[in-house]
């Protein structure tokens, strides 16, 4: 049984560029949860996706979107990159209560 | 006050000694809580939920004590393999988020 897996791993983008992060959750998963950590930070949550639409947002600018796709894999974009937002990006999928991560995507911004 | 607080050590200690960690919350109305663990570079892995009535698994023991909004985490008989970040999280009622501590750090001595 495949856990949650993400693309790419690794990610070094410029400032002002856009960057698209992906996510398959586990099997039998439906709902799908991004999140940031920063360096020496817990992760912090961006938004959760379920049944293709977001049903809950955190406190993150509209930069900073997402889809869900009929198969339940997901889709994390972020426009306009700061440096700032170097962190590594977690998805988390889940059926009811309990979120297992994948690996995350480092994103390095220049 | 922060949401979620806790030590972030790092906690020195060796092979088969008795550890604790403690972490405060300041949403009252938090619904479910966890335990984390996050080894460095890779994603958060559950540890075990917390439950009001505590709940052991194995060395694991964890309590929460809703009227304190006080968690707590105790490792028996450390291991080695139990270096690692933990992180504290919640759940808040009618939310879909887990809002996370910035972690305990322990490391286990030979």
């Known amino acids: 049984d495949a856990g949650v897996t993400q693309s790419p791993t690794h990610l070094i983008k410029t400032r002002g560029q856009q960057v698209t992060l992906r996510c398959s959750p586990k099997s039998g998963h439906d709902t799908v949860s991004w999140y940031q950590q920063a360096l020496g930070q817990g992760p912090q949550f961006i938004f959760q996706?379920?049944?293709?639409?977001?049903?809950q947002r955190g406190n993150f600018p509209d930069r900073f979107s997402g889809h869900q796709f009929p198969n339940y894999s997901s889709e994390l974009n972020v426009n306009a990159l700061l440096l700032g937002d170097s962190a590594l990006y977690l998805c988390?999928?889940?059926?009811?209560?309990?979120?297992?991560f994948g690996p995350g995507t480092r994103l390095l911004v220049l | 006050r922060k949401e979620v607080e806790q030590d972030p050590g790092p906690f020195n200690v060796p092979e088969g000694a008795t550890v604790a960690f403690n972490c405060t919350y300041s949403?009252?109305?938090?619904?479910?809580f966890f335990w984390y663990r996050q080894d460095c570079r890779k994603e958060p892995k559950l540890l075990m939920s917390v439950y009001s009535s505590g709940n052991e698994d194995g060395r694991f023991t964890a309590q929460l004590n809703r009227a304190s909004q006080y968690i707590s985490l105790l490792i028996r008989d450390s291991k080695l393999s139990d270096s690692a970040t933990y992180l504290c999280v919640y759940r808040g009622a009618g939310s879909y988020q887990l809002t996370f501590g910035k972690g305990t750090k322990l490391s286990v001595i030979p």
């Open positions: 988390a999928s889940s059926f009811l209560e309990t979120q297992y």
């Open positions: 996706y379920y049944e293709e639409e977001e049903r």
């Open positions: 949403n009252s109305a938090s619904q479910s």
